[in-house]
Nanobody, 119 residues
């Protein structure tokens, strides 16, 4: 079993930065990738970024490239999301997901962390 816990959300002014963390624990040897999604009020969940468990492959939503950076600390089994030049429309609950190996395509989701950008 794998658990993921997000942290680092908060209130920030437009133009500011935040770094979110997602710590994985448990059977981390079963993880092959991790990702970030977000859900803004009244909207559907939106893909943000993914990173391979080895940290050598990343993928981003086109609209967020250049402002958001996903990275991984292999020693800490933690994935980060650095968010720069934040805008009011970035306000959302950000959730982390671990993708697990196996034919069933199991995923482990965190509870999310709130990011609020004031304009």
């Amino acid at each position: 079993q794998v658990h993921v816990v997000e942290s680092g959300g908060g209130l920030v002014q437009a133009g500011g930065s935040l770094r979110l963390s997602c710590a994985a624990s448990g059977r981390t040897d079963s993880i092959y990738a991790m990702g970030w999604f977000r859900r803004a009020p009244g909207k559907e969940r939106e893909f943000v970024a993914t990173i391979s468990w080895t940290g050598d492959s990343t993928n981003y939503a086109d609209s967020l490239k250049g402002r958001f950076t996903i990275s991984k600390d292999n020693a800490k089994d933690t994935v980060y999301l650095q968010m720069n030049n934040l805008k009011a429309e970035d306000t959302a609950v950000y959730s982390c997901v671990a993708y697990l190996r196996g034919a069933q395509g199991e995923q482990s989701w965190g509870q999310g962390t709130q990011v609020t950008v004031s304009s």
